[in-house]
Structure formats: C-alpha cells, structure tokens
C-alpha cells in the first residue's frame, strides 16, 4: 500500500462522498445528491434530490457525529431500498409475475404507500441497530465473561474483548464478500473512492483517469467503523471489568460517545496528512481492502454519472429517469431527431415571417 497515493499532496480533500448500493452509486455533493443505478438493459437511471438545509446541531463538535451516524444509517438504507425497487421493476417491465405480498399490500392500504414506505425504513433501521449492538457490543462481552476465571487482569479482559469484537467484523465482511450481489456493491464502492480521488487530484472525470487510482479513501465510512472500534477498545478499558450486566450498560450507554470520537477522528484524517493520521488511518485502510474491490468500465462510468450530477449548482432542475455518462437526462434518438427537426421547422417559419414583414 503506498499512502502517498492514498494522501497526495496535490489532492485538494472536498466534503464529496457516496455510497455503494445495488448495481449503483449515491454521491452527495454541496447541494444536492445523486443516484445512479445501471439496469438491466444497461442504460443509466439517476434520481438528483435536493439537500436538506443543515440544522445547527450538526456544526457542534462531536455532537455532530452521532447526527451524522443516524442520518447515515437512515439514508443509507433509504437508498439502497430505493436501488433494489427501481432494478426490479426494470426487472420485471412488462411481466405480470411480480406481485406485492399481502402484508406490503395491506400497510400500503392501511398507511398509504409512503407512509407504509417510511415505516419499512425505520424498522429496517431499528432491526439493524439491534443487530449490530447484539452481535458485535453484547455478545463479545458476555463470550469473553468465561475468560474472567482465567484471568483477573482488567487490561487483558479488555484488549482481548476488543480484539475479539474486531475479528467478528472482519470475519463477518470477509463472510458476505463471497456473495456475489455483495462482491458487486464493493466493486461499485471501489468506483465510488477511484472517482472521488480522481476529481480531488483536479482531473478529468474520465475512466481512464479514475481506474489508476487506489480503491481505498482515508475519508471512508469503513474507516469510520475501524476507528469506533479501536476507539472502544481504549475507552472500555478505562471502565474496568464491573459484572456483565453493567458492562452491557456501560457498552450500550457509550455508543455515541465513541460515535462522536470517531467521527471527529475520521474529519481530521480526512484533511490532514501527516505521520500521526497515516499511521492511525492504516487499521480502516486494510479494512477497505475487504469492502472494495477492483471496478471495470461500466461502474466507473456510473460513479462518474453521479458524481457530474452531484456537483450541478442548486438552481439545476432535479430529475428522475434515464440518463447519459454525464448523468443529464436521456434523449432517444428519434426524441433528438424530432426534436431537431421540430427547431429547424420553428426556424424557418421565424424566417418567413421576418420575410413577410419586410416585405410589407
């Protein structure tokens, strides 16, 4: 890994950023974000929204972070149920096999499409928080409760609760890196970070510009996780070893606490370069390795798609639907032939009648 490429002095670091989703990219620009998703049929479909105006509590340090973590996890949600609805129905256009199940069909008819949609997301988001919290804070400390007859060293219970909280992720990505879908969204997170570095080096958004480029980025939410952990790891240590019940406690009530550390951490290796940030950044740039992977042609297209959208100014209009390399709107060729035929036609009824006039 040569961080010089990862760090270069050149780069000018933007508040850009993205994230993967099925067989697509979101990037978030100054005013507005944009996805990108391929279809079936390979052509681009893309969806530009408008940015929500920021809220004062997200300019406080370390407050910030746990903000920017709920919203993430929301969004981020959000949209990779917005990929996967939009691919199946290109999927299934023009078939009449695909069915909503009764349950979607009675909360829509309960809730309201939108409101049904909504609450989908939110108990999606509720059921991976618990998840996380269950496997990956709960579970490390109640396995590692056993090693408490061992030993009673509270330095070796902690390193090694922590240790073995890491290896679970690790294990957990290399897991679901073998699935195929997955292999392809890190891929597409791959296109997302060689695009990204590729505008902040000032050049061309090209995929020949962007494929040299690493997949790993110091400013990754992958990073993010890495240094919550290792973040937790020094912080669960100074707590001691209590009994299992106010471990979980303490582990639980101190999430956005480490949430704001490293979120505060992840900003300055962001925007700085030097010894101290390589050296803390290194854990989540080998752990990128696992959540990337090498992009072709076609997803560095699409990555380049979104992130041309992403940076319109805010008075460009907002879209839904196809899409060229450049992430504006689609014009069939018959539609562009038409419509060219129609402008000349306008043209020359403008011409006769600045003739009639002078005539007259």
Same mark, same amino acid.
């Given at each position: ?8 002095k050149d780069a000018c ?54 903000? /920017?973590? @709920?919203?993430? *996890? =929301? &969004? !981020? ?11 199946? $129905? ?63 060293? /509270?330095? @070796?219970?902690? *390193? =090694? &609760? !922590? ?11 290399? $897991? ?109 740039l080998y752990l990128q ?72």
């Amino acid at each position: 890994m040569d961080l010089k490429r990862i760090f270069s002095k050149d780069a000018c670091p933007t508040k850009v950023g993205g994230q993967a989703v099925l067989e697509g990219i979101m990037m978030k620009g100054e005013h507005r974000t944009a996805i990108v998703l391929r279809l079936p049929n390979q052509k681009l479909y893309i969806r530009t929204q408008p940015l929500a105006p920021k809220k004062k509590i997200t300019k406080i340090p370390f407050v910030r972070g746990v903000m /920017v973590f @709920v919203d993430a *996890l =929301v &969004e !981020g949600t959000r949209t990779l149920m917005y990929s996967a609805d939009i691919l199946e $129905a290109h999927e299934e256009e023009g078939s009449t096999t695909y069915q909503k199940s009764k349950f979607d069909l009675w909360l829509e008819k309960k809730l309201g499409a939108k409101r049904a949609w909504n609450l989908m997301i939110y108990v999606s988001v509720v059921l991976a928080i618990l998840l996380t919290v269950g496997i990956f804070i709960i579970m490390p400390t109640w396995v590692l409760d056993l090693l408490a007859m061992v030993t009673s060293n /509270v330095v @070796v219970l902690n *390193l =090694v &609760e !922590g240790l073995f909280r890491i290896l679970l992720f690790v294990l957990y990505v290399l $897991a679901i890196s073998r699935m195929k879908d997955i292999h392809r969204v890190f891929q597409y997170h791959g296109a997302e970070h060689k695009t990204i570095h590729c505008y902040e080096a000032g050049l061309e958004l090209t995929p020949e510009n962007c494929r040299p480029y690493y997949t790993l980025h110091p400013r990754c939410g992958t990073s993010f996780l890495m240094f919550v952990m290792i973040i937790a790891l020094i912080l669960f240590s100074l707590l001691g070893w209590p009994n299992l019940f106010w471990r979980i406690t303490s582990r639980i009530l101190l999430l956005p606490v480490i949430a704001g550390l490293g979120y505060e951490l992840l900003k300055w290796a962001g925007r700085s370069d030097n010894w101290l940030v390589k050296v803390l950044s290194l854990p989540g740039l080998y752990l990128q390795k696992l959540t990337t992977a090498e992009p072709d042609t076609d997803q560095l297209e699409v990555a380049i798609a979104a992130m041309k959208s992403a940076l319109s100014g805010p008075d460009e209009p907002h879209y839904e639907g196809l899409c060229d390399l450049d992430g504006q709107p689609y014009v069939e060729p018959e539609e562009m032939d038409t419509t060219q035929e129609k402008r000349e036609a306008e043209r020359e009824e403008a011409g006769d009648q600045d003739e009639n006039q002078r005539i007259a």
